[in-house]
């Protein structure tokens, strides 16, 4: 079983492609029982994230890892395979090293993904997946973002995904204090966003939820009010400026309810960044002349700001995480002796064993103790010794050098002379 890891990210894969791996959260779990059940999978984690889908795992069948993923999605796996990265042992360590430290995002050095890796470690903990490799994995991996972000400035003057979008509705509205600002949704990438949007003081904030309830934290934190979404089609046309990010599996502001948004706004234009994946907003909805639609990877010129003042910090991560790569790959190739050297003890034991219940039988029949112990150290290690023995003795010319020093190095021979 090797170490493998698979999947698409904002640098292969439009948003559209990507949209059709997402994993739920709910989903997480089930997906992992279905591959280690069905396919030639050891361990498995699975990262699905706005940018990324990922599986990391413990595998010689890299291939059954393709089909599994289009099948769990129902699609062909030609329809993924021109956007999939298959990266194998230092490879994908390297990889999952690099995505930890934030080399690897839209927004270099951005600290959420880090939790976001926490998470899948806690759905393969609960699938029952995570085993040795894939645990020392992510043990590792957490120890080397840690490194690179305490040792380096790769996070300094980043531009997250919810600053972008509050930088993006000032250069179209220029100041937005006049403007009333809804925010779709309540989880982390949503309370990012109205911080960073009521910083710049707008008119008013609303959050739209599927229960008040959930909601209930922002609007207490950013003087807010809220809704359900039920009330979006009424309450769409009172805002300026939109802002989405929900874990819906379907679209939850399509075309239509747009169209009468702008008609009852009498056209004046409405700003939308749609952060989710899969999206909230239908596709459709760009072909309305007074919307301004913008989707995760629209923002990718934004949040590349400030790229060049960091890559002296990216050149020391780099440089980090080479570094922890090469020990990690000790380490595995430490274990993959684990069974030989286990075989190798467990003969010696079988020897052992056999040696001591006969030399017991024959002090028991009151053999002569000096005599037994004598008899069992011998035979002891003439067992021992009898196949190593034999192997150098049958050996061809080609390969008697080599035994030669192998035994000397194993047996330590030249210290005896």
Same mark, same amino acid.
């Given at each position: 079983?090797?170490?493998?890891a698979?999947?698409i ?10 949209e059709q791996?997402v ?6 779990e089930?997906?992992l ?10 361990e498995?984690?699975i990262v ?7 599986v990391?795992?413990?595998?010689d069948k890299?291939e ?5 993923l289009?099948?769990?999605h129902q699609?062909q796996?030609?329809?993924?395979e021109?956007?999939l990265?298959?990266?194998p042992r230092e ?9 930890a430290?934030?080399l690897?995002?839209?927004v270099?050095?951005?600290p959420q993904i880090?939790g976001q890796?926490?998470?899948?470690v ?6 029952g997946?995570l ?13 080397v973002a ?6 380096t400035?790769?996070g300094?003057?980043?531009?997250s995904?919810?600053?972008a979008?509050t930088?993006l509705?000032?250069?179209?509205f220029?100041?937005?204090s006049?403007q009333?600002v809804?925010l ?7 309370e990012l966003c109205a911080?960073s949007?009521?910083?710049?003081n707008?008119k ?6 599927r229960?008040?309830?959930?909601a209930?934290a922002?609007?207490?934190q950013?003087?807010a009010?809220?809704?359900t979404?039920n ?5 769409l ?6 802002v989405?990010?929900?874990a ?9 309810? #747009?169209?009468?948004?702008i008609?009852k706004r009498?056209h004046?234009?409405i ?5 989710a994946?899969?999206r909230?907003v239908?596709?459709?909805v760009?072909e309305?002349?007074?919307v301004?639609l913008?989707t ?22 780099e440089a980090?995480?080479d570094?922890n790569v090469?020990?990690? #790959? ?11 050297i286990r075989?190798l003890?467990n003969?010696?034991?079988?020897y052992r ?8 039988k ?6 002569d103790?000096k ?8 035979s002891l290690?003439n067992?021992?010794?009898?196949t ?5 003795n049958?050996?061809s010319?080609d390969?008697r050098?080599?035994l030669v ?7 330590q021979l030249?210290?005896?002379?």
């Amino acid at each position: 079983m090797e170490l493998l890891a698979l999947g698409i990210n904002h640098q292969t894969a439009p948003i559209d492609v990507r949209e059709q791996v997402v994993f739920s959260d709910d989903s997480v779990e089930n997906a992992l029982h279905d591959l280690a059940s069905h396919y030639a999978v050891k361990e498995a984690a699975i990262v699905s994230t706005c940018n990324r889908t990922e599986v990391y795992c413990s595998t010689d069948k890299p291939e059954e890892v393709t089909h599994w993923l289009a099948n769990f999605h129902q699609l062909q796996v030609r329809e993924l395979e021109p956007y999939l990265y298959t990266l194998p042992r230092e490879h994908a360590v390297k990889h999952a090293f690099r995505v930890a430290s934030g080399l690897d995002s839209m927004v270099l050095g951005e600290p959420q993904i880090l939790g976001q890796l926490k998470n899948a470690v806690k759905s393969a903990e609960l699938a029952g997946t995570l085993g040795l490799l894939l645990h020392k994995l992510f043990q590792r991996t957490f120890f080397v973002a840690k490194e690179v972000r305490t040792s380096t400035e790769i996070g300094a003057n980043s531009v997250s995904m919810a600053a972008a979008a509050t930088q993006l509705a000032e250069r179209i509205f220029g100041d937005i204090s006049a403007q009333r600002v809804l925010l779709i949704g309540a989880g982390e990438m949503i309370e990012l966003c109205a911080g960073s949007i009521s910083a710049r003081n707008p008119k008013s904030i609303t959050v739209a939820n599927r229960t008040t309830e959930h909601a209930q934290a922002l609007t207490n934190q950013f003087n807010a009010q809220s809704i359900t979404l039920n009330e979006l089609p009424e309450q769409l046309p009172l805002h300026d400026i939109v802002v989405t990010c929900t874990a819906s599996p379907l679209p939850i502001l399509g075309k239509g309810m #747009m169209e009468r948004a702008i008609k009852k706004r009498k056209h004046r234009p409405i700003f939308m960044v749609d952060l989710a994946l899969p999206r909230d907003v239908e596709p459709e909805v760009l072909e309305l002349d007074d919307v301004f639609l913008y989707t995760v990877d629209d923002l990718s010129d934004i949040v590349q700001e400030g790229l060049d003042s960091r890559q002296g910090a990216v050149a020391q991560a780099e440089a980090i995480i080479d570094s922890n790569v090469i020990n990690f #790959m000790h380490w595995l190739k430490s274990r993959e002796l684990v069974p030989t050297i286990r075989a190798l003890r467990n003969q010696a034991e079988n020897y052992r064993q056999y040696e001591l219940e006969r030399a017991i039988k024959l002090l028991t029949k009151g053999g002569d103790p000096k005599k037994v112990m004598e008899s069992l150290s011998k035979s002891l290690t003439n067992k021992l010794l009898h196949t190593p023995s034999d192997v150098l003795n049958h050996a061809s010319a080609d390969e008697r050098d080599k035994l030669v020093d192998m035994i000397n190095r194993l047996y330590q021979l030249d210290r005896l002379e």
